[in-house]
């Protein structure tokens, strides 16, 4: 099943109060894109990783050894929203791909083996994402009012990579622009749909870069693998 990732960069990451788009922000001497590229590379199921820049980027961020793998496909410009820099990181990919991951590049220490794991959910059920049952009680609040508290057992928190048969993201994409509808994620998309979207569990590592003091946190993962 020939299979293509998206390295979705294109974000400013403003909450990181940094110059450089955030994915070009280093943490142990490499780019969270570098690492998040070399990370997709390395698993056996995908064909193809496709990183999406910021507009204005030109080109990669400095790194000597991410940007020379035979996987590696030419990046593309992404757009204002997270979701057109879906929309044009596919609109890159070879006509051959069949399955494509969606990938943050802020979600840097995702493994090759629970990425292995959620792409080969999608094979099987046409799409699926990384995601971990959420430990805190959720609200659903308006204001400052709790309007509903679904139940925890059924709560679980996204991740990415979510990974779709192609044809359905590209449908979802499509709907989406139609109903004028912004999704938080890919999945969202393609559940609007009435299509159903497995679960995989995913690895409390996997977090979000978003925030000043989750570089920090990811310098004690990289620590703790030997890697720092
Ligand atoms: O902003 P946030 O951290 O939720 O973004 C998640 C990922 O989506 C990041 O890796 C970011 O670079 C990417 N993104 C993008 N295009 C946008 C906005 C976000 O590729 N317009």
Same mark, same amino acid.
């Given at each position: ?84 820099? &879906?929309? =044009? $990181?596919? +609109? ?12 943050? /590049?802020? %979600?840097? #220490? ?88 497995? &679960?995989? =569990? $995913?690895? +409390? ?12 946190? /990811?310098? %004690?993962? #990289? ?6």
């Amino acid at each position: 099943m020939t299979t293509a990732a998206l390295v979705l960069a294109a974000g400013r990451g403003e909450r990181l109060g940094r110059k450089e788009p955030k994915a070009f922000v280093g943490l142990c001497g490499r780019s969270l894109l570098a690492r998040s590229v070399s990370a997709l590379c390395a698993v056996p199921e995908i064909d193809w990783v496709q990183p999406v820049l910021p507009p204005d980027a030109g080109q990669l961020p400095a790194d000597e050894t991410a940007w020379i793998h035979p996987k590696l496909l030419d990046p593309v410009p992404g757009g204002d929203e997270r979701q057109d820099s &879906v929309r =044009l $990181g596919l +609109s890159g990919l070879p006509e051959s791909v069949e399955f494509v991951a969606v990938h943050d /590049a802020a %979600r840097c #220490l995702v493994t090759p083996e629970s990425v292995s794991a959620v792409v080969r959910a999608a094979w099987t059920g046409r799409a699926a994402l990384l995601a971990s049952p959420v430990s805190d009680t959720i609200k659903r609040v308006q204001g400052r009012q709790v309007i509903e508290t679904p139940p925890r057992s059924e709560c679980w928190a996204a991740q990415t990579p979510q990974v779709f048969a192609v044809d359905l993201l590209r449908d979802a994409l499509e709907l989406a622009w139609n109903d004028v509808f912004l999704g938080t994620d890919d999945a969202e998309l393609v559940e609007r749909m009435g299509v159903p979207v497995e &679960v995989v =569990l $995913g690895e +409390s590592d996997n977090f979000k870069i978003t925030h000043p003091e989750d570089l920090a946190r /990811a310098e %004690r993962v #990289l620590a703790d693998r030997g890697e720092a």
